[in-house]
Nanobody, 113 residues
Framework: EVQLVESGGGLVQPGGSLRLSCVAS????????MSWVRQAPGKRLEWVST???????SHADSVKGRFTISRDNAKNTLYLQMNKLNPEDTAVYYC???????RGQGTQVTVSS
């Protein structure tokens, strides 16, 4: 059974940073393309970042230059380093397989002064 457990969210001031983590199990993590998506209150699910099994990354224009996706295959863990956060980044963040479908509970990120 695929399990994805996100953590690392919280309340941060504008301009601050957070690092999200996602521990994966139930599938061969090192072979899998992984992504982060987010959902803000009242809005549709939004793709944020993707990393392939080979380490190629891509980011949405809204986060490019501020967010970095990475992975540690030895730890079956996906990361999202988020810098220069602004209130528009407030959302529940989910890690997903390549289908961009949330499976876990997500982690809440709130950017507010």
């Amino acid at each position: 059974e695929v399990q994805l457990v996100e953590s690392g969210g919280g309340l941060v001031q504008p301009g601050g940073s957070l690092r999200l983590s996602c521990v994966a199990s139930g599938f061969i993590f090192s072979y899998s393309t992984m992504s982060w998506v987010r959902q803000a209150p009242g809005k549709r699910l939004e793709w944020v970042s993707t990393i392939t099994s080979g380490g190629t990354t891509s980011h949405a224009d809204s986060v490019k230059g501020r967010f970095t996706i990475s992975r540690d295959n030895a730890k079956n863990t996906l990361y999202l380093q988020m810098n220069k956060l602004n209130p528009e980044d407030t959302a529940v963040y989910y890690c997903t397989l390549g289908d961009n479908t949330p499976r876990g509970q997500g982690t809440q990120v709130t950017v507010s002064s």
